[in-house]
């Protein structure tokens, strides 16, 4: 009886620890994360472009600008770290699209078709369209100016689609490097640009009289950070940052380093 008794508690203790470890092992471990098992990850993969200034480009070996400094903020406000991948800015949604990428942060547009292939963060960023033409060039002066007309803009980007639903019989000349974009109206190749607001025009100021503006701003869009589907827990990581980085002014100090004042 005695036997039996004995065997019927190993038995027991046997079965509460077999319960015991598959609790433990469907907690998550450290607690991190959600029960869904999407937890954040120690580091992201995060594609970004390397010629749209003041966003991020190369300088002096090393790639900077206001979504460089950014988004490296929101990894440390996150606790996560980044490794930083350069490619061509169309071969961005793709890369995200296929899982070679987690992140992506180049300025990019918020529009309904991407939200379909990626999710967002909050739009971080307010722009818009402009027109760059050469300096002696008086015969554009806004977008009805620009039909017929050969226009560089990025490859990929919202410009190039804006160009081809708004601007009758034009002839979009789309670049994967924004220098040759400008380097074409430059040359003659192409009668003007029509781009990010923000690009046009911090390439006049630091580029000389080339090139002017013209016209008004046109299709007001937000960027956003790009963040491949199926992760909404570093979706909602990267927006809980975000506006902790607005809310202790590091968002303010940033915008104001790359474009000279603090956002309105």
Known sequence: MIRKKWKFISVFLILFGLISLLAACGSGGDGEGSDDGNELNDTYTVATDSSFVPFEFEEDGEYVG?????????????????????????????????????????????????????????????????????????????????????????????SAAFIDENIENADPSQFEQLDQAYLAVENGSADAILYDAPNVNYYIQTTGDELKVVGDLYQAEDYGIAISKGQEELVSAINDALAELKENGTYDEIYEEWFGEKPE
């Not at 990626?118 to 977008?143: F, H, K, M, R, T």
């Open 66 to 158: 206001f979504d460089i400094d950014l988004i490296n903020a929101i990894a440390d406000e996150a606790g996560f770290d980044i490794e930083l991948e350069v490619t061509n800015f169309d071969g961005i949604i793709p890369g995200l699209q296929t899982g070679s990428f987690d992140i992506a942060i180049a300025g990019i547009s918020i529009t309904e078709e991407r939200a379909e292939k990626i999710d967002y963060s909050d739009p971080y960023y307010e722009s818009g369209l402009a027109i760059g033409v050469p300096s002696d060039n008086n015969d554009i002066q806004d977008l009805e100016d620009l039909e017929g007309k050969t226009i560089a803009t990025r490859l990929g980007s919202t």
